[in-house]
C-alpha cells in the first residue's frame, strides 16, 4: 500500500496596488491608505480595517507624500477635493508617522 503525497500549496495571493504618486505596484501591506469618505473629508486609514469611501494609496516614502500633496494627485485619484485642512493633516501625518516606517520594501504584518 503507498502512503498518499501531499499536494504543493499554491502560493498565496498578495493584493498589489499601486502608489498614486510615483506609480509603483508593491503588495498592499506595504502602501498607506488615503481614503475620501462618503462625508468628503480626507484621512489616513491606519490599521487593516478598511474604512468606507474612496480610496488611493501611498509609498512610505516621504518623497511620493509631497510629490501627491504638491502635484495634487490626491485630488486626482480621490476624485475629489482635499481641503486644506485635510491637506495639513496629511502633512502632519507624514511628518510624524512616516520616519518611524521602515525603510525597506519589504514590511511585516501590521
Known sequence: MTTPRKQALPPKHIPQRRCVSCGQQRPQRELVR????PSGEVS??????KLPG???YLCYAPECWEKALKRDRLSYALKGP???EDRQRLQEFAQGQLQQAPTSTTMGPQ
Not at 44 to 49: D, E, I, Y
Open 82 to 84: 482635499v481641503s486644506p
Open 34 to 37: 488615503i481614503v475620501r469618505l
Open 54 to 56: 474612496r480610496g488611493a
Open 44 to 49: 489616513v486609514n491606519v490599521g487593516r480595517k
